[in-house]
């Protein structure tokens, strides 16, 4: 089984900064791209952050500057480090990972997301 597991959501006054985890465990045999999504009361989940394996980002136009992934292969993570924070982050986070847990099968697991609220 794999498990993708999110840390790091709190409450968070405007300006200031996160860093969130996402550790996948359990039966892997390789990891490709692993992301970031987010989703606000009402609205559509929505794609913050990718990061390939080999280490190439994309970031939404929205988070530019502000958001940064990364991620440790050694130990299976990624993160994703938030500055500047504002209100209109608030929302869950979750990270998701494209993985192959054989040679021949590839699939796409996500946690179960982690909430950050942007208020003073």
């Known amino acids: 089984q794999v498990q993708l597991v999110e840390s790091g959501g709190g409450l968070v006054q405007p300006g200031g900064s996160l860093r969130l985890s996402c550790a996948v465990s359990?039966?892997?045999?390789?990891?490709?791209?692993m992301g970031w999504y987010r989703q606000a009361p009402g609205k559509e989940r929505e794609l913050v952050a990718v990061?390939?394996?080999?280490?190439?980002?994309t970031n939404a136009d929205s988070v530019k500057g502000r958001f940064t992934i990364s991620r440790d292969n050694a130990k299976n993570t990624v993160y994703l480090q938030i500055y500047s924070l504002k209100p209109e982050d608030t929302a869950v986070y979750y990270c998701?990972?494209?993985?192959?847990?054989?040679?021949?099968?590839?699939?796409?697991?996500w946690g179960q997301g982690t909430q950050v609220t942007v208020s003073s």
């Open positions: 359990g039966s892997i045999f390789s990891i490709n791209a």
């Open positions: 998701n990972a494209d993985l192959r847990t054989n040679w021949r099968t590839t699939s796409v697991y």
């Open positions: 990061i390939t394996s080999g280490g190439t980002t």
